[in-house]
């Protein structure tokens, strides 16, 4: 009896101090600096995170094959095919996509313009367009 006593105590103590540890952890953050941001704040982020357009790379082509998106936004293809293809800027207005069957490609584009690009493989038979304005 003794000793259950001892042990409700140890654990009673030990809850008692997780419970301490936990709102001293609420107390100890930098006071209401989430609180602070507005939605501007949060828009660049979401923007990043979120792609302004997804394009499907098939066998043979991107769908869709032109996209019109606002400057800083992101682009993201997704490789759904058979066979390899890339993703190639005839300008080099932007970095070109390694060759893959699978898999994704993303660019973010920072200044106004239409890139047109093509596949590494099928040139400009496998035509795409990108708008940014
Ligand atoms: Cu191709």
Known sequence: MRKFGLGLGLVLALGGWLLAGSWGCSDTQPSGEPADMTVQDLRP???DLAPSAVITV???YYSPQ???IP???KVRWVFRAASQHGVFPWD???P???TQAQGTFE???NQA???DYGCAIHGRGMPGRVIVK
Do not use: L
Request: net charge negative; proline share 4%; glycine share 16%.
């Open 45 to 47: 982020i979401i923007r």
């Open 58 to 60: 098939q066998d043979d």
């Open 66 to 68: 032109e996209v019109t």
């Open 71 to 73: 400057v800083g936004g």
């Open 92 to 94: 080099m207005g932007f």
């Open 96 to 98: 070109y996509s390694p």
């Open 107 to 109: 660019n973010t584009f």
């Open 113 to 115: 313009g239409t890139f």
